[in-house]
């Protein structure tokens, strides 16, 4: 399974455009990047999935450069209640294999 | 995605007695796994629930401490058996699912298990 690295923690300002990106040197050509975010004594909550290029939702967008050995997620003009914990994982398509968890990126936003 | 349910969302619980922990899933999925999140840790995979057969686990993990039981598409059960506060976790289960791109992860609410 590729490895992941992610900054431990982030602090922005309501209203801000918040960018975490994880490294994954080793991700293979099956593997697809997946975003979680986990709020406190809460099941983590599916935010976006892509292969390449640039995905967007409601949510966020992700940005997966060519080579695919990082990611970016982007979030909006934060608020408040996007403090969390938010994952980077990778994972093959198929499916079978668990998802690993890394130890996450802690956003707070401040006031 | 589907909709996850877990039972209890939470317990206290004296050392050395056992908790069962159940999973319902709103439709039939072919996988589902079991975490464990510790105070201010990432989660940790303990098992892969498989049904009709005995569950797969991760290193770290056994089935006398942890047995889990899968009868169909739709639950399962992990059991934390002879409890001590080291088992003081939350207990997540997860289901694969379509989303984007390929499969991923759904999990449950989660159910927070105090030994003392």
């Known amino acids: 399974l590729a490895k992941t690295t992610q900054p431990i923690s982030m602090d922005s300002y309501e209203g801000q455009e918040v960018n975490i990106t994880c490294s994954h040197n080793n991700i293979a050509t099956n593997d697809y990047i997946t975003w979680y975010q986990q709020f406190p004594s809460q099941g983590p909550r599916f935010i976006i999935q892509?292969?390449?290029t640039k995905v967007t939702n409601e949510v966020a967008s992700l940005f997966i450069p060519a080579d695919r050995k990082s990611s970016t997620l982007s979030l909006p003009r934060v608020s408040l209640s996007d403090t969390a914990v938010y994952y980077c994982?990778?994972?093959?398509?198929?499916?079978?294999?668990?998802?690993?968890f890394g130890k996450g990126t802690r956003l707070s936003v401040i006031a | 995605s589907a909709v996850i349910s877990q039972k209890p969302s939470r317990d206290i619980c004296q050392r050395g007695t056992s908790l069962t922990i159940q999973c319902q899933v709103d439709s039939q999925v072919t996988m589902m796994f079991w975490y464990r999140q510790q105070p201010g840790q990432s989660l940790t995979l303990i098992a892969t629930?498989?049904?009709?057969?005995?569950?797969?686990?991760e290193s770290g993990f056994v089935i006398d401490k942890f047995p889990i039981s899968r009868p169909n598409l739709t639950f399962s059960t992990l059991t934390v058996s002879n409890m001590s506060p080291e088992d003081s976790s939350i207990y997540l289960c997860s289901v694969l699912g379509l989303a984007g791109a390929g499969d991923t992860q759904y999990f449950g609410p989660g159910t927070r298990l105090t030994v003392l």
């Open positions: 994982l990778v994972g093959a398509l198929s499916g079978n294999t668990p998802l690993v």
């Open positions: 629930a498989n049904q009709g057969s005995e569950a797969t686990y």
């Open positions: 892509g292969y390449k």
